[in-house]
């Protein structure tokens, strides 16, 4: 549970805007669950911009071609110090600090054959030409089968390492699916773990196409991986995700993650590569929904809007503890109903929407604390459609057959729904009125 700056700043954020961000978390939001901030992509081009990527920009490397933070917008990296200073800053908040970072070498590093540090290798040695991103300019690829590429990764992440980074994402990793790099930088994050007794971990991007097929690979190697490209604020990018975070769900285990992508609530788009200055153009349903559904999922959350400017109402439900605790406490999760309405059932052009139901058990977290609804279960209820719609579930889909006629309190976890359970010949069934694009989430507990 974090926050990004991709969604807010692209890639021009500010240690000024990182600090601030760090300072509302503390306040705010570590309560609930929420301790990491994520410095996103090219914190090392002093030309940085929004909407885009700057083609050659002069990128700030040291002498062995590791990326170096702009001491112009990361005034505390001057003199070599890199993210030190603000990563002990953030630390000192109780939260962790994490940078992004491309798949390869840095092309200026290879046009000027810098050294690989620890080696008698040279960057140009050790590139790979042809594997290069397909949307950013800045990297070559690294020819994983000579020994001087892993010795780069090795050098990268030990830098990192001492700087006191605790969460790397890297990016142009998975579309198309680089198995070797991955397991690189895997390699070289054991490595600096062990030299430097800290954890770190490897969160992988972008995640379009990504096959439920290389889950195993995945979690030997990494702790999150994305399943889907950028969502931003559009409801149709939310909705693409119901079917995703299906297939993933029942394949989440703790500590490794299939990953829906940052959350775009709050004040986005301040300086981003998409779209203007904007509070997240979700309604607070919508935002309700795609909370909960990462929950079920149980994706990791990690926010995009600017925390100290984002609307207090979005803050709110950001700071709600329930979000970790499904997230962290809950078991065989998963969709367990998807149905089409229609107006007219023998109408196919009378399409409304397609009610959703999300259960999970809920359990113990992994850390040793305690299920709040011990012996319970959550379930949601969600409705695609642009109306509001009279929603109902019988109990026994939710608690099993056998349990159905024992007595169940609800607890309605977002608040304000108007929950109502009814005896329906043999069935109990809870039943809600579920706001456009929106969801009712409730817990189940036996009395």
Same mark, same amino acid.
């Given at each position: 549970?974090?926050?990004?700056?991709?969604?807010?700043?692209? &890639? &021009?954020?500010?240690?000024?805007?990182?600090?601030a961000n760090a300072r509302a978390m503390a306040a705010e939001l570590k309560p609930a669950g929420w301790d990491t901030l994520v410095v996103d992509i090219a914190w090392y081009d002093p030309t940085a911009r929004a909407h885009g990527y700057n083609e050659n920009a002069p990128l700030v490397l040291d002498a062995y071609g590791r990326q170096m933070p702009d001491p112009v917008r990361f005034p505390s990296a001057a003199g070599g110090r890199g993210f030190g200073p603000l990563a002990a800053a953030v630390h000192e908040l109780g939260l962790k600090f994490g940078i992004h970072v491309m798949r390869g070498i840095?092309?200026?590093?290879?046009?000027? !054959?810098?050294?690989?540090? =620890?080696?008698? $290798?040279?960057?140009?040695?050790?590139?790979?030409?042809?594997?290069?991103?397909?949307?950013?300019?800045?990297? $070559?690829?690294?020819?994983?089968?000579?020994?001087?590429?892993?010795?780069? +990764?090795?050098?990268?992440?030990?830098?990192?390492?001492?700087? #006191?980074?605790?969460?790397?994402?890297?990016?142009?990793?998975?579309?198309?699916?680089?198995?070797?790099?991955?397991?690189? +930088?895997?390699?070289?994050?054991?490595?600096?773990?062990?030299?430097?007794?800290?954890?770190?971990?490897?969160?992988?991007?972008?995640?379009?196409?990504?096959?439920?097929?290389?889950? !195993?690979?995945?979690? #030997?190697?990494?702790?999150?991986?994305?399943?889907? !490209?950028?969502?931003?604020?559009?409801?149709?990018?939310?909705?693409?995700?119901?079917?995703?975070?299906?297939? *993933?769900?029942?394949?989440?285990?703790?500590?490794? *993650?299939?990953?829906?992508?940052?959350?775009?609530?709050?004040?986005?788009?301040?300086?981003?590569?998409?779209? !203007?200055?904007?509070?997240?153009?979700?309604? $607070?349903?919508?935002?309700?929904?795609?909370?909960?559904?990462?929950?079920?999922?149980?994706?990791?959350?990690?926010?995009?809007?600017?925390?100290? &400017?984002?609307?207090?109402? &979005?803050?709110?439900?950001?700071?709600?503890?329930?979000?970790?605790?499904?997230?962290?406490?809950?078991?065989?999760?998963?969709?367990?109903?998807?149905?089409?309405?229609?107006?007219?059932?023998?109408?196919?052009?009378?399409?409304?929407?397609? $009610?959703?139901?999300?259960?999970?058990?809920?359990?113990?977290?992994?850390?040793?604390?305690?299920?709040?609804?011990?012996? #319970?279960? +959550?379930?949601?209820?969600?409705?695609?459609?642009?109306?509001?719609?009279?929603?109902?579930?019988?109990?026994?889909?939710?608690?099993?057959? =056998?349990?159905?006629?024992?007595?169940?309190?609800?607890?309605?976890?977002?608040?304000?729904?108007?929950?109502?359970?009814?005896?329906?010949?043999?069935?109990?069934?809870?039943?809600?009125?579920?706001?456009?694009?929106?969801?009712?989430?409730?817990?189940?507990?036996?009395?």
């Amino acid at each position: 549970m974090g926050w990004n700056s991709w969604d807010s700043y692209g &890639t &021009t954020v500010t240690e000024d805007e990182v600090l601030a961000n760090a300072r509302a978390m503390a306040a705010e939001l570590k309560p609930a669950g929420w301790d990491t901030l994520v410095v996103d992509i090219a914190w090392y081009d002093p030309t940085a911009r929004a909407h885009g990527y700057n083609e050659n920009a002069p990128l700030v490397l040291d002498a062995y071609g590791r990326q170096m933070p702009d001491p112009v917008r990361f005034p505390s990296a001057a003199g070599g110090r890199g993210f030190g200073p603000l990563a002990a800053a953030v630390h000192e908040l109780g939260l962790k600090f994490g940078i992004h970072v491309m798949r390869g070498i840095p092309r200026i590093a290879v046009e000027k !054959d810098l050294p690989v540090y =620890g080696t008698d $290798y040279t960057a140009r040695q050790v590139a790979d030409l042809k594997h290069v991103c397909r949307w950013n300019p800045d990297n $070559y690829g690294l020819d994983q089968s000579h020994p001087g590429a892993q010795a780069w +990764y090795d050098a990268q992440l030990d830098q990192f390492a001492q700087w #006191g980074v605790d969460y790397l994402k890297v990016d142009d990793m998975q579309t198309p699916f680089y198995s070797e790099e991955i397991h690189a +930088y895997h390699k070289a994050i054991e490595k600096a773990e062990r030299k430097h007794g800290r954890p770190m971990v490897l969160s992988l991007s972008p995640g379009g196409w990504v096959p439920t097929t290389h889950v !195993d690979f995945l979690r #030997g190697n990494a702790e999150l991986w994305r399943i889907s !490209d950028d969502l931003w604020d559009k409801w149709s990018d939310v909705e693409a995700q119901f079917a995703r975070l299906a297939r *993933w769900a029942p394949l989440q285990t703790n500590g490794h *993650w299939a990953d829906a992508d940052m959350l775009p609530l709050g004040h986005i788009g301040l300086r981003a590569e998409r779209g !203007d200055d904007r509070q997240s153009k979700l309604t $607070y349903d919508e935002q309700r929904t795609i909370l909960t559904l990462w929950c079920m999922g149980r994706s990791p959350l990690m926010v995009g809007g600017d925390l100290p &400017t984002s609307d207090r109402e &979005t803050m709110r439900l950001l700071a709600n503890p329930v979000l970790r605790e499904v997230t962290a406490g809950s078991a065989n999760n998963g969709e367990i109903v998807r149905e089409p309405i229609r107006r007219h059932w023998w109408e196919d052009d009378s399409y409304l929407g397609d $009610y959703i139901v999300w259960k999970a058990d809920a359990a113990d977290w992994a850390d040793g604390t305690a299920s709040a609804h011990a012996g #319970g279960h +959550y379930a949601a209820l969600f409705w695609t459609g642009d109306e509001p719609r009279e929603c109902e579930l019988a109990l026994q889909s939710v608690v099993g057959i =056998g349990a159905r006629n024992e007595p169940w309190t609800v607890t309605d976890l977002w608040g304000g729904a108007d929950l109502r359970v009814e005896d329906e010949g043999a069935d109990r069934v809870v039943k809600a009125t579920v706001p456009a694009h929106g969801v009712v989430w409730f817990a189940l507990d036996p009395r």
